[in-house]
């Protein structure tokens, strides 16, 4: 059977293992004289139909390009306030600002958004949060969320307009956010084929573990997938992170999925998926011309 999907495995010299999550931002993470940047707006939306009664934070990247005439490509980010924070693990707004302006990626508008959480019923409670419910569960509930619900929100409240090309449509997260992400495209293809996960939560959380047998078991869907992990991952009673992540690139692999898994040596944290995220949004993005 010939392999059509590309797969990687950093192996870093023995030098550098003792110096495990010693992550350095590149250039295309940090600010460059002469490259327009985008604006950066925020707001809180309330789910009244998918996940009623819970609130949540959100943010909207968009970049100096975009003129309003044709449709942008979209990129929804899970955990997205760590995601937006350009001091934080990614920085996002200033790395898609570099490639939207070398080329690297389509003009993109970024949504950023967090989980959810259930405000307190009487003085002194506390808000209940709702992140693995909504992140851990397999499902088409949060896609259904995304699609139906907050997209649709936000092109109106920010008056864009996001492509309904499924090619030009991407969704990332970090830890159970990185499982919710691959969820979302593998339940909505129709409307979100390329998938990025930090350290992601394949794990036996909610019954994510089974992915790994159900890819094989699938007829193969039109996903493009880039999975970043780290040896030093977590390793609990839910399962091995970086065995679980290791399944999921072999699972892929074996259905001939375009697939990059990335090992590092880092923890459970965004310090190694930031530093490699621009080379991630190349490969992600890599043939975007021809996706109209």
Not at 83 to 104: C, M, Q, T, W
Not at 268 to 280: F, S, T, V
């Amino acid at each position: 059977m010939k392999l059509a999907a590309h797969v990687a495995v950093l192996l870093l010299p023995a030098t550098l293992v003792a110096a495990a999550e010693d992550y350095k931002l590149g250039p295309d993470s940090k600010r460059q004289e002469r490259v327009p940047r985008g604006a950066v707006t925020q707001g809180r939306y309330e789910s009244d139909d998918v996940y009623p009664g819970t609130v949540r934070d959100y943010w909207v990247y968009v970049p100096k390009q975009y003129d309003g005439k044709s449709p942008a490509a979209v990129m929804v980010f899970q955990d997205g306030r760590g995601y937006v924070n350009e001091k934080g693990h990614s920085r996002v707004p200033i790395v898609f600002d570099n490639l939207i302006h070398a080329g690297d990626m389509p003009v993109t508008i970024g949504v950023f958004v967090q989980p959810g959480s259930i405000p307190p019923s009487k003085p002194g409670a506390r808000a209940r949060r709702t992140r693995s419910f909504e992140y851990d569960a397999l499902g088409d509930r949060y896609a259904r969320f995304l699609i139906d619900e907050l997209l649709p929100f936000v092109e109106k409240e920010h008056e864009v307009t996001f492509s309904t090309d499924p090619e030009r449509r991407a969704v990332a997260g970090i830890s159970s956010g990185g499982i919710c992400a691959f969820t979302v495209a593998w339940e909505r293809p129709d409307s979100f084929r390329r998938v990025l996960s930090y350290v992601g939560s394949f794990t036996n959380i909610r019954g994510g573990y089974d992915y790994a047998a159900r890819i094989r078991k699938t007829e193969k869907k039109p996903l493009r997938v880039f999975l970043q992990e780290g040896s030093n991952d977590l390793d609990n009673l839910h399962g091995s992170w970086p065995l679980s992540n290791r399944q999921m690139a072999k699972s892929l692999e074996f259905m001939e999925y375009d697939v990059r898994f990335v090992l590092g040596d880092g923890g459970h944290n965004g310090r190694h998926g930031g530093a490699i995220l621009p080379d991630a949004l190349r490969w992600l993005w890599r043939d975007h011309a021809k996706a109209r």
